[in-house]
Each structure stands twice: as structure tokens, then as C-alpha cells.
């Protein structure tokens, strides 16, 4: 019973958050800051930020940490859906309701009962759709994405394996309200849970995926998503409890994602030059109108040719 449960929870939250970061991408643009173009300072930038963060919060004491981890979701909401929600004092007080019915399922029900799951995981999904659509709509590509998800494969599985950072960090959270993590739990012994990191990984790689490739690029990361995302980690975290006789305490999904992505990203390319967010056609714009069917499915043009820019 626990392994459909496993499995059934977590394709629904790592296909629906590659689902909303694809529907905000072709729905919403978002400001595109004067970033340049991502490149392997870049990738380091980043990788200095991740190995960063779980110390900082293991730093903090206890109860300061769900003060920190609720300014952080706030934050990523608001910059988030800025684009979506223009009016200030609105889109302030949708997510201080969000926020505050986090809080309050958690001290109404437990940090084991399904309301506060059901509304802490609708915040991490909502942040994941953001954050991916700031880095993918501000320039951030396949081949960047691909870089970043092997580097943050070899990272996983160090500080799970070697050193258990991030058993500490998920112990430390423990009791606390907004926790950095999706899922659902019924009592004590139905539980499924995906980090919020894995989340952004699987809509990272599947909305640059698209945006580089279209419907094939969005096809491949659905299908790598559900297979090395979903299956691969549930299924082995089984196995290995039947054969062992006990279950791993962690078993980390980018050990098998990480890699399936690069060499997803390294068929993906053999189609061609990636697009780019001014090959991409937008929901409701001349150029989505003027574009005839099936031409947003193939690459854009090569490096230095004219096309018209998204509005």
C-alpha cells in the first residue's frame, strides 16, 4: 500500500509542477533583468548558493527557522507572481492568506495531517512555478540547466551518503511549520515527500526543455520527470527496504534525475540550436496568432538571425 502511495503522490507533485512552470511560460513573461547570458560562472554562482543554504538554516535556532523559512516563501511569492498579480495590496494580501493558512493548519492539525501538507505543498509549488519561469525566462538554458543538475547530482549524494547534511537539515525542520518540501502524510505510516530543490530540478529541466525544443523538448522532460523522478527513487527506496530488511533513510531523486537529464539534454541538441525567448511565441500576442500550427514544435533560428521579439 505505502509504495502506490509513494508513488502516486510524488508524479503527481513533480508532473504537476513541470505542468504549472509550462503554463505560466506560455501564459505570463516576466521582467528580464539585464543578466546577460548564463554561462559556468554562472553554473558556480549557483552551486555556491545551493551547498550555502542548508548551512545557513542549520545555524539558526529552532523557532527562528520557520520565521526565516515563511520570509522566504513570501518573498518568492511576491517577486513571483508580480507579473500576474499587478495590483500590490492584492497580491500582499493572497499571500499573507497563503502563508497564514499554513500556520494555521499546522497548529490546528499537526505537522502529520493532511491539511497541512495539502497547504504547505501548494505554496512550494507555487514558488517552484516562479523561481523556475524568473531563471528559464531570464535566460537560463538547457545547457546550462543540464550543467547544473549533474553538478547537483554529485552534491546530493555526498551530503546524503557522506556526510548527512541533508538528513540534518530535514530533521531539523521537524515540528515546525513550512517546511521546504511537498507531499502528503496520513498519520504515522503513510507518507510521501519530495524537497522542494527536486521540484525546481524536474520544472527547471522540462520548461527549458521546451523552450529550447517545444512539444518534443516537453515530451522528453515529462518522460524523464516520471521515469528517474518519480519511479526510479520510489521504486529503489522498495527494493532496497525488501532486500536489506530495512528502508534507507534517504534515498536522494537527482542521483537518478541528474544524470537522465544531461543525456536527455544531449539528444535534445542533436535537434538543433536552442530557441530563444524571442523564438518563443506567447499566449495571446500577434506573434502566438501569426504562428502557423506545429511551427512552435521546431527550433528557432540559428544564432544571429532576425526574429521577432515576444511582447
Known amino acids: 500500500m505505502s509504495v502506490f502511495f509513494q508513488l502516486a503522490v510524488t508524479l503527481v507533485l513533480a508532473v504537476g509542477?513541470?505542468?504549472?512552470?509550462?503554463?505560466y511560460f506560455r501564459a505570463v513573461r516576466t521582467p528580464r533583468p539585464p543578466v546577460g547570458v548564463f554561462n559556468g560562472s554562472d553554473i558556480f554562482m549557483m552551486m555556491g548558493f545551493v551547498l550555502a543554504l542548508p548551512y545557513i538554516y542549520l545555524t539558526l535556532p529552532g523557532a527562528v527557522l520557520p520565521v526565516v523559512l515563511a520570509l522566504v516563501f513570501t518573498?518568492?511569492?511576491?517577486?513571483?507572481?508580480?507579473?500576474?498579480?499587478?495590483?500590490?495590496?492584492?497580491?500582499?494580501s493572497l499571500i499573507a492568506v497563503l502563508i497564514a493558512s499554513v500556520l494555521g493548519c499546522h497548529l490546528a492539525f499537526g505537522e502529520t495531517a493532511p491539511p497541512y501538507w495539502v497547504a504547505n505543498s501548494a505554496v512550494v509549488v507555487l514558488i517552484?512555478?516562479?523561481?523556475?519561469n524568473l531563471n528559464v525566462q531570464g535566460g537560463m538554458r538547457l545547457k546550462n540547466v543540464a550543467w547544473f543538475?549533474?553538478?547537483?547530482?554529485?552534491?546530493?549524494?555526498?551530503?546524503?551518503w557522506v556526510v548527512p547534511l541533508t538528513q540534518q537539515l530535514s530533521d531539523a525542520v521537524q515540528g515546525y511549520p513550512?517546511?521546504?518540501a511537498a507531499g502528503l502524510r496520513i498519520g504515522e505510516d503513510l507518507g510521501a515527500v519530495v524537497g522542494m530543490g527536486d521540484l525546481l530540478a524536474y520544472a527547471?529541466?522540462?520548461?527549458?526543455a521546451y523552450k529550447a525544443y517545444g512539444t518534443p523538448g516537453l515530451r522528453t522532460g515529462i518522460t524523464l520527470v516520471t521515469l528517474f523522478g518519480a519511479v526510479a527513487p520510489v521504486a529503489t527506496l522498495h527494493v532496497l527496504a525488501a532486500a536489506t530488511g530495512h528502508a534507507p533513510a534517504l534515498i536522494p531523486a537527482q542521483?537518478?534525475?541528474?544524470?537522465a537529464a544531461f543525456l536527455g539534454y544531449r539528444y535534445l541538441r542533436r535537434r538543433g540550436p536552442e530557441r530563444r525567448m524571442a523564438d518563443v511565441p506567447h499566449r495571446g500576442t500577434a506573434t502566438a496568432d501569426a504562428t502557423p500550427r506545429g511551427a512552435a514544435d521546431r527550433p528557432g533560428p540559428a544564432r544571429g538571425a532576425t526574429a521577432e521579439p515576444v511582447r
Open 17 to 23: 509542477a513541470c505542468a504549472g512552470a509550462i503554463a
Open 75 to 92: 518573498g518568492g511569492l511576491s517577486v513571483g507572481y508580480q507579473p500576474v498579480i499587478g495590483n500590490a495590496r492584492l497580491r500582499r
Open 128 to 132: 517552484v512555478v516562479s523561481a523556475t
Open 149 to 160: 543538475l549533474l553538478a547537483l547530482t554529485a552534491y546530493d549524494a555526498f551530503f546524503a
Open 178 to 180: 513550512y517546511a521546504p
Open 204 to 208: 527547471l529541466f522540462t520548461t527549458t
Open 255 to 259: 542521483v537518478f534525475f541528474g544524470p
